[in-house]
Structure formats: C-alpha cells, structure tokens
C-alpha cells in the first residue's frame, strides 16, 4: 500500500491493511481509522477511490463525531413453539 492511498468515504489518510488474498498481490482489505468503512481493492472505483465515490456517502468529521455509536441489535425473536 503506497502513501497516497486515502479513504474513499471520508478522505482519511490513514488506511490499514486489514487482510490480504492468499494468492498474493491480488487483492487486499483495507479500513480507514476514522470513519471505520472497509473495502476490497479489487471492488469498483466507486467503492475504492475518493473521487469515484458516491458523494451522498461521503462523511466529514462533523458527520462522523455525529453518528450514533452503532444500532442496537434488536433482541432475538422467541422460537416457534414446535408443530
């Protein structure tokens, strides 16, 4: 992973390599450590590069430190009683 390599979702310059394919060098998972997105990069420019990347998924700082921490998971439904 070179140095210019940013988030597509927030244009965060630290990027971490979460994962590599075993057969090397043909595609790699990265997370940016702000926004927290995640990506394959053999996924489409509109999922990998910031300038190909939707602009109504695009996240500032401001939109970032105002989300929700994560949604709940709702509780389990109660099983079927069996037939």
């Known amino acids: 992973m070179d140095d210019t390599t940013i988030c597509p979702r927030c244009a965060y310059r ?9 057969i ?6 990265l ?8 990506w394959r990069t053999s996924e489409p420019a509109r999922r990998t590069r910031r300038d190909a990347y939707p602009e109504a998924f695009r996240m500032t700082l401001d939109d970032i430190d105002g989300a929700s921490e994560m949604p709940p998971v709702p509780p ?8």
Do not use: K
Request: aromatic content about 10%.
């Open 76 to 83: 389990l439904r109660a099983a079927a009683p069996p037939s």
């Open 31 to 38: 997370q940016c450590r702000q926004c927290h997105y995640m």
């Open 24 to 29: 090397p060098d043909v595609w790699d998972v």
């Open 14 to 22: 630290i990027v971490e390599e979460i994962f590599s394919s075993p």
